[in-house]
């Protein structure tokens, strides 16, 4: 029973400093930057654009190359601007989000694991084979774990789809939408 309330206490202590390094303050207008990886498809080309959304611009994005939120505090960062005519489709995620959904999926299968294997309680004696309640509450969530993982990981995988299509219209529709996410508000 200790066994199982101290794996879950730490595993909760983790949870608190998961987003340590998730956003820095800026140094003008002391906003936080939060990273957001962005997707872009051209109408053009076959490839996608890969970055962060750094500015909404009135007929134009810009994409930053970096993924490392320090680089925005001291300007090491290349971005590149795209035009809305060549945009075909957005999509965005949360930097560390699969990350995070692994770890939270899989402690909340440990735990809830744990909790029906304790419950259960020892086996009665005289059974071919006696098990106690922390060993079930082991053997219980271990398994949930790895199916809690995969769940948070598929939660964690999921996109934020805007379609532009090359349209001002579809652009002007999502534009504070998009600006939300990016790393320049203004």
């Known amino acids: 029973m200790k066994t199982i309330i101290s794996i879950a206490f730490i595993g909760l202590c ?3 400093s998961l987003n340590a390094q998730d956003s820095i303050q800026t140094k003008d207008n002391n906003q936080k930057i939060k990273i957001f990886r962005i997707w872009v498809s051209l109408k053009s080309d076959p490839y996608k654009i890969k970055g962060v959304l ?15 939120i320090q680089d925005y505090s001291v300007d090491k960062y290349e971005v590149t601007k795209l035009h809305i005519a060549d945009i075909e489709t957005i999509k965005i995620r949360r930097k560390n989000r699969i990350g995070n959904g692994v770890l939270i999926g ?7 694991g744990g909790i029906v294997g ?15 309640a922390e060993d079930k509450a082991i053997m219980m969530g271990v398994p949930l774990a790895v199916i809690g993982a995969g769940i948070g990981a598929l939660f964690g995988s999921s996109k ?5 299509n090359g349209s001002m219209d579809n652009y002007n529709r999502n534009k504070e939408k998009l600006r939300t996410y990016s790393i320049n508000k203004n």
């Open 54 to 68: 750094y500015e909404v611009k009135d007929s134009s994005v810009f994409v930053s190359n970096s993924l490392v």
């Open 14 to 16: 983790c949870l608190n």
């Open 106 to 112: 899989s402690l909340t299968g440990f735990v809830v």
């Open 160 to 164: 934020i789809t805007i379609p532009i």
């Open 118 to 132: 304790l419950v259960d309680g020892d086996d009665p004696p005289g059974t071919l084979l006696r098990l106690d």
